[in-house]
């Protein structure tokens, strides 16, 4: 799929895109001619479980969902054992998000959220509503832990993305997040499933002057100010226009190949994939984790957590339930009430 240069012999071989979907992976690329490299992700079964056991109602599931993809296609380029956290906490009906991609694969996630304030048929961004997303990298405990902070006003996760990659890294970045419900009938009754898609592109020229980019708020210069057009790189200006004809019908469409997508996005310009990276949805609670958090507590809290004899725990990330008896949630004789 590269454009051919016959006097280099490691040129990876062309070939015709596969025509096979891969849900829940990871699929990195590059357009060399446009200094192009970004990364589209498919989740299906995942996705899927993840929403599903924690049954949120579809305005909530959508917009987890997003944020899960955000995630994958931000975390998927740890190189290290390490952990990527996206948190959001807002004003909005759904006020608090968290997803946790443990590198290299793992994939888990929970919102709270206020029913009464949920209408059928929300917008993302007026389910977040205002506050900050934040971006936790986490390498282990010996290594320092890098935090990025985003305001949210009212945007959507595509919107906050592209802040931040504006403000803090400096890239051109493009960021497309979609999920969707798929019906399927048969057998008298339907099923139901979440799927998602995403796509993240960033322009790594050479020269970094090339990299410039035009402001996301020129309307924020006081009046008389001269506007400080910025021109942004031809190549630059071609990938974004290719990336907005990106419709979300195709990031989650189960029929087509990530690589059928990327071909029909960058044919022209020869676009080259390598490797998928596969996920999973895995939580990394166990019944030793909760116990020890339980030991960490003050005495006179664990001794509230007693009822009807015994300590329960669920997870909030996989609503696994872990049940103690006050003895083994290290509740002193006497002390429940
Ligand atoms: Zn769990």
């Not at 070939?15 to 891969?22: H, I, L």
């Not at 970004?38 to 996705?47: D, N, Q």
Request: a negative charge.
């Amino acid at each position: 799929m590269t454009a051919s240069s016959p006097d280099i012999k490691t040129e990876s071989p062309i070939r015709a895109p596969s025509s096979v979907p891969v849900d829940d992976a990871v699929l990195p690329f590059e357009v060399d001619a446009l200094d192009l490299r970004g990364r589209l992700t498919r989740l299906g079964p995942a996705l899927d479980d993840i929403l599903t056991k924690h049954d949120y109602p579809a305005p909530v599931g959508r917009l987890l969902g997003e944020a899960i993809v955000l995630t994958t296609l931000l975390g998927s380029s740890l190189k290290f054992d390490g952990r990527f956290i996206l948190q959001t906490q807002t004003d909005g009906p759904v006020s608090f998000m968290v997803v946790d991609f443990q590198a290299p694969d793992r994939l888990r996630a929970y919102a709270r959220f206020d029913a009464s304030r949920l209408t059928p048929g929300a917008e993302s961004a007026a389910l977040l509503g205002k506050g900050h997303l934040a971006m936790t990298i986490d390498q282990g405990p010996d290594m320092s832990r890098y935090q990025g902070l985003v305001a949210l006003h009212g945007g959507n996760l595509e919107d906050a993305a592209h802040e931040y990659f504006l403000r803090s890294e400096q890239i051109p970045t493009r960021v497309r997040l979609a999920v969707g419900e798929e019906w399927r009938g048969g057998d008298g009754k339907a099923t139901h499933r979440w799927r998602a898609g995403g796509l993240l592109m960033q322009f790594l020229p050479k020269a970094p002057e090339r990299a410039r980019q035009a402001d996301l708020h020129p309307g924020d210069a006081p009046e008389g100010t001269a506007v400080h057009a910025v021109k942004e790189d031809d190549a630059w200006v071609e990938g974004q226009s290719l990336i907005a004809t990106v419709e979300d019908v195709e990031l989650i469409d189960p029929d087509l190949s990530g690589e059928r997508l990327l071909y029909r996005l960058f044919h022209e310009r020869g676009v080259r994939v390598f490797s998928p990276q596969k996920l999973q949805a895995k939580c990394s609670c166990s019944r030793d984790a909760v116990a020890s958090m339980l030991k960490s507590f003050e005495a006179k809290d664990r001794a509230e957590m007693v009822q009807d004899g015994k300590v329960v725990v669920t997870c909030e990330f996989c609503s696994s339930v872990y049940q103690f008896t006050p003895h083994e949630a290290g509740v002193e004789e006497g002390a429940a009430s």
